[in-house]
């Protein structure tokens, strides 16, 4: 069994300022995380992917989340928020045996970006 | 370009009425799903298929049905018998089931039941 938690539903930070969404895991086996990102009325987009290589993973668009199995994190980071970065994100975790189907989404958080 | 392209973007039903959502994709992608999105909820499995003619539920089947016929298309029909029907339907493509899960998206279409 597999889920995944976002603390926080919405998040507001100001242009500039450092992004920090939250996404803790629980899995049985060990997991692959992703965190897709999602534009108002659009389908769902792959910002980063951990596959059990290096536990910093670079993403598009300068963020960047960091695999903690000590504390079942994924947290999803960006230096400096820019407008363009409002959207909702999803934290998503499988299996390891990477099958797609078993993929389990986050319910979100939703990212607002203010001047 | 490569993509996924879903139709209609925006369709309106009436209570008792079948509606077909379409998905097309053209990445040569073997996997295709079925996931419904609503507000707080994230998204949830309804249908996947690994291979043409092949298809599986996933944890929301109830009150949908799917085809695979071709390997470009997988469609969505939303029956009567689904109790709540109106909501955000995303269709995505891997490229094989067994892989790392990462998925790509169509645009999704939106349904909602007057």
């Known amino acids: 069994a597999q889920s995944v938690t976002q603390l ?20 049985s ?9 999602q534009y108002p009325n659009q389908g769902l987009q792959l910002l980063l992917k ?36 409002a959207a909702e994100y999803f934290c998503a975790v499988s299996p390891n045996t990477g099958t797609a189907s078993k993929l389990t989404f986050g319910t979100g958080t939703r990212l607002q970006v203010t001047l | 370009d490569g993509g996924i392209t879903q139709s209609p973007k ?21 996997a295709m799903y079925w ?6 909820q994230g998204l949830r499995l309804i249908y996947y298929s690994q291979i043409v003619n092949d298809f599986q539920k996933g944890d ?4 949908y049905s799917v085809s ?3 390997k470009e298309s997988f469609p969505l029909t939303v029956t009567s018998a689904q109790k709540n029907p109106t909501a955000f339907y995303l269709c995505a493509s891997s490229i094989g ?18």
Not at chain 2, 102 to 107: D, N, P, R, V, Y
């Open chain 1, 50 to 85: 951990y596959t059990s290589a290096a536990t910093l993973v670079k993403g598009i668009n300068g963020f960047e989340a960091e695999f903690k199995k000590s504390e079942t994190s994924f947290h999803l980071t960006k230096p400096s928020a820019h407008m363009s970065d």
């Open chain 2, 68 to 70: 695979r016929e071709k």
């Open chain 2, 60 to 63: 929301i089947a109830e009150g």
């Open chain 2, 35 to 40: 996931y419904r999105q609503d507000p707080g």
């Open chain 1, 8 to 27: 926080g539903s919405h998040v507001s930070v100001s242009e500039g300022a450092l992004v920090l969404l939250r996404c803790n895991y629980s899995s």
């Open chain 2, 10 to 30: 925006y369709l309106f039903r009436k209570e008792g009425q079948n509606v077909t959502l379409s998905c097309e994709q053209n990445l040569n992608h073997d």
């Open chain 1, 29 to 37: 086996v060990p997991p692959y995380l992703f965190w897709y990102v």
């Open chain 2, 97 to 114: 089931h067994l892989n790392t899960g990462e998925l790509f998206f169509g645009e999704g279409s939106r349904l909602t039941v007057l």
